[in-house]
């Protein structure tokens, strides 16, 4: 007979842990859309980024006072990448949403995450790097480069610029997930410290450099990427996604970001008329296709 089992987990564990991995992605991949349509406003992608560290930071620092920084169990090293990799992220893929639509950077910064976040927590963490996690991150990587590839684009036009940023991104934050995986962070407290960290790191930068720009844009645009921004994206999709990571592993829970290409891809169809090419369906459908296997998601096994 068979037993819908995973690396130790049972079928009712996993299911809980994609659910959370589910409800992140969704919001991850409004807020791609979100930023591109922002984008075609008066807004820079400096100020969505003012805007999200700005709400966020704001409604986190009292959490952040009550519960402190964790340095205890984060040390300089973990303390930095929660910090950094909670909001380069943000100014990479904005910015990079100047060159690219917004499908691309559906599949190449939550595409390609996952597998950033595998090496490191491999090396880091000891997470198992299985022959079904290869098979899932060989569609993933394939994906990635038909994407790469029907864009065009030769080194240096404009779409490879905004690709390089979108795996950097991606990079970034596969730091941050290790760092709370490693030291045992709720998804809440790792948002918080990331949060309150840009708040105090970029907010100055920023208003010394642009001073009131914010003060120019309509209000509506504001409302709207500080909402999903602000509150959906840096607090609520990452307790979603701290959620996942703690019952799945960082691997594995990360693995959902994935799911990204096809939920922003369709998001960005009604909403900016963006059409993804016949190529970027099929990419979107490696990448997806990737997300189970690399997820843990549970198999029929022969159980004797």
């Not at 045992?184 to 407290?189: A, Q």
């Not at 409302?223 to 594995?252: E, N």
């Not at 008329?273 to 099929?282: Q, R, V």
């Amino acid at each position: 007979m068979t037993d819908l089992t995973v690396d130790g987990r049972t079928a009712a564990q996993y299911l809980r842990g994609a659910l959370y991995g589910l409800a992140a992605v969704s919001i991850w991949s409004g807020w791609i859309v979100v930023a591109r349509l922002g984008l075609r406003t008066s807004l820079t992608p400096w100020d969505i980024a003012a805007l999200r560290f700005g709400v966020a930071g704001l409604l986190l620092l009292p959490y952040v006072m009550r519960r402190g920084l964790a340095f205890e169990r984060l040390g300089w090293i973990g303390l930095a990448a929660i910090v950094i990799g909670g909001g380069a992220p943000v100014l990479l893929a904005n910015a990079g949403l100047l060159f690219a639509p917004a499908a691309h950077a559906g599949a190449l910064f939550p595409g390609v995450m996952p597998l950033a976040v595998a090496l490191l927590a491999a090396a880091i963490l000891h997470e198992p790097f299985t022959d079904a996690k290869k098979l899932g991150f060989v569609l993933i990587l394939l994906g990635v480069f038909a994407i790469a590839w029907n864009a065009g684009g030769a080194v240096g036009s404009g779409q490879t610029i905004g690709h390089a940023l979108f795996l950097g991104s991606a990079v970034a934050w596969a730091c941050y997930t290790v760092a709370m995986r490693r030291a045992r962070l709720d998804g809440l407290h790792a948002a918080a410290i990331a949060a309150v960290g840009a708040l105090f790191i970029y907010i100055p930068v920023y208003c010394a450099v642009e001073g009131a720009s914010l003060a120019k844009a309509p209000w509506e645009d504001l409302a709207l990427q500080a909402i999903v921004q602000g509150l959906l994206t840096a607090i609520v999709s990452l307790v979603f996604y701290g959620r996942a990571v703690s019952i799945l592993g960082a691997s594995s829970g990360a693995a959902f970001a994935a799911l990204s290409p096809a939920l922003t891809a369709v998001m960005a169809i009604p909403i900016l008329g963006e059409w993804p090419t016949a190529m970027d369906w099929i990419a979107i459908a490696g990448i997806s296709a990737g997300v189970y296997v690399v997820s843990g998601g549970p198999l029929p096994r022969r159980r004797n």
